[in-house]
């Protein structure tokens, strides 16, 4: 049995939006995950010295 055009377009069409879907999704999680990655290496320090200070009676 051969598939026909039809089936094959339709394959290539679907391929083609999920990966538009997929880069869409990588790109977002990427703007979402570096502000805060940006952010816990600015404020790593206070909040290793706040952590410890509050160890210690």
Do not use: D, N, Q, W
């Amino acid at each position: 049995m051969t598939r026909s055009t039809i089936e094959v377009t339709a394959s290539v069409s679907v391929t083609s939006v999920s990966s538009a879907i997929a880069r869409t999704l990588f790109v977002a999680a990427l703007i979402t995950i570096v502000p805060v990655v940006v952010l816990f290496i600015a404020i790593e320090r206070h909040l290793v010295a706040g952590l410890t200070a509050g160890s210690v009676k």
